[in-house]
């Protein structure tokens, strides 16, 4: 019988304590190939635990390839070639970013202000301290003043097809804020699951609202249905327009696949984060979540902080009918978070078209970069063990590099040469059996054109 010693008082839960425990101990051999472990309810009544947390450890086990189910058997560890064991982290080579300044920084947060409208934001803003001084000086309603909610409501319905009505929009001060709103609004007493790998954020925000957060592995249609169902969970975060970061767009099979699953049961929602939906290269843009659903079940998310700037902390989301009146009853003694001269002012910066301008000058400013990028990178010596992905849509690319370096070894030798790139392990927020040591992330909206030449010289030189 496995025997582990569990803290009911950790922040990390049982599930994720009895799961670390098993993985190392089959990582270790002391429990060995084959071996056959204890029934759920077995060592659910042993450890003194419910089910339900043996049978998630269970699952995340078995999503990771360390045990796999036998029907009317039970689990039985999986053989572990030497090559799929989960490695330790590799010692962290010395660099030279003491002496070598980070000259150009591929990070994905960043966008270029440098086209940033101010002018027309400037003449807007004196326009609503003139027209409208009377607003400033009082509270707006708890869901964000209604002229920003209105145009919201019609930049959804002309651009993504989506009808929704100004009372099913709620703005708050970023999605972080909002995500926190809707887990309280849920209950935190939910199954959560989110993306692995994903935004780091999105679980630190889960985890410190809800002790039942699931990582939900990715297969190359996006969120795993079958790991979806397995793990128990009956509220899903998701981000199908475009995954950050392996850039994957989720097809219309795998959002009807998760549809169903949702409305399978009725306690179930999915949280669809369309981040930057914006920045699509190629093709129409993909039909959301949110318009194919029919029954209610689809929260949908979306943001001013990649199409206009980082300091401008406007988000929103789109409740289904059915839970706006929960909202209001629930969470409408909360202020809205966004000053009204911003709402005010972004209402009129969107009534004008200035915001369909401004995307349409974005879009070609970013696909520019992002060509310029993949040419540097396709006609130097890079083309011979370089792959490049996640090129449709957003503001990064994944870079998987054949030349024999680990991650470790591809930041340090980069940094050598003045650029940081990131890692991919960097956005796991739950480790898992063979993570790829060989592929980077690399934005591009916030270096200029010849910033990006002179950034792929130096990863050539850093990596031949």
Not at 197 to 214: C, D, H, L, Q, W
Not at 348 to 357: A, I, L, S, T, V
Not at 426 to 432: A, G, K, L, N, T
Request: aromatic share 10%; with cysteine; glycine share 6%.
């Amino acid at each position: 019988m496995i025997t582990c010693n569990l803290n009911i008082k950790s922040k990390k839960p049982l599930y994720i304590q009895l799961y670390s425990f098993i993985k190392q101990e089959i990582e270790s051999g002391n429990i060995g190939c084959g071996e056959k472990l204890p029934s759920k309810r077995a060592l659910a009544a042993h450890l003194k635990i419910s089910v339900i947390t043996v049978e998630t450890a269970y699952a995340q086990l078995l999503a990771e390839g360390y045990i796999i189910s036998k029907p009317g058997s039970g689990f039985y560890v999986e053989s572990l070639a030497e090559t799929d064991k989960v490695s330790p982290p590799s010692e962290v080579i010395e660099t030279a970013t003491d002496t070598t300044p980070i000259q150009y920084d591929f990070r994905t947060n960043r966008i270029d202000t440098s086209d940033f409208p101010f002018s027309t934001w400037a003449k807007l803003s004196r326009e609503v301290l003139s027209e409208q001084s009377s607003d400033l000086l009082n509270a707006c309603h708890h869901q964000g003043i209604l002229a920003l909610r209105n145009e919201i409501a019609s930049y959804l319905k002309e651009f993504r097809g989506m009808a929704v009505d100004s009372e099913q929009i709620v703005v708050g001060a970023g999605s972080e804020y909002l995500t926190g709103l809707i887990i309280q609004l849920l209950g935190r007493d939910n199954a959560y699951g989110v993306e692995n790998p994903g935004y780091s954020k999105i679980y630190e925000i889960f985890s410190a609202n809800t002790s039942r957060v699931f990582p939900i592995p990715m297969d190359e249609k996006g969120a795993s249905a079958e790991a979806i169902s397995g793990f128990g969970i009956n509220v899903l975060h998701v981000t199908p327009s475009h995954h950050f970061p392996l850039g994957i767009v989720m097809p219309v099979s795998r959002r009807q696949e998760l549809l169903r699953w949702a409305n399978s049961r009725e306690d179930r929602y999915i949280i669809e984060d369309d981040y930057d939906s914006e920045f699509r290269y190629a093709g129409r843009p993909i039909p959301t979540l949110q318009s194919m659903d029919k029954n209610g079940i689809v929260i949908y998310m979306g943001t001013f902080t990649k199409s206009l700037a980082p300091s401008m902390r406007i988000s929103y989301m789109v409740l289904p009918k059915q839970l706006c009146g929960r909202f209001t009853a629930r969470l409408g003694f909360y202020s809205c978070t966004v000053p009204v001269f911003e709402q005010l002012t972004l209402a009129k910066f969107m009534e004008k078209g200035h915001f369909d301008r401004h995307i349409s000058r974005m879009k070609k400013i970013y696909r520019q970069r992002r060509d310029i990028l993949c040419k540097k990178i396709s006609e130097s010596r890079l083309r011979d063990f370089v792959n490049i992905s996640g090129c449709d849509a957003g503001m990064h690319l994944l870079l998987t590099v054949e030349n024999g370096m680990k991650q470790n070894e591809l930041l340090a030798s980069a940094a050598k040469e003045g650029v940081k790139v990131y890692g991919l392990s960097e956005y796991y927020s739950f480790p898992v059996a063979n993570m790829p040591e060989n592929i980077v992330v690399a934005g591009f909206s916030g270096l200029n054109e010849q910033q990006l030449v002179m950034g792929a010289e130096a990863l050539e030189r850093a990596w031949i």
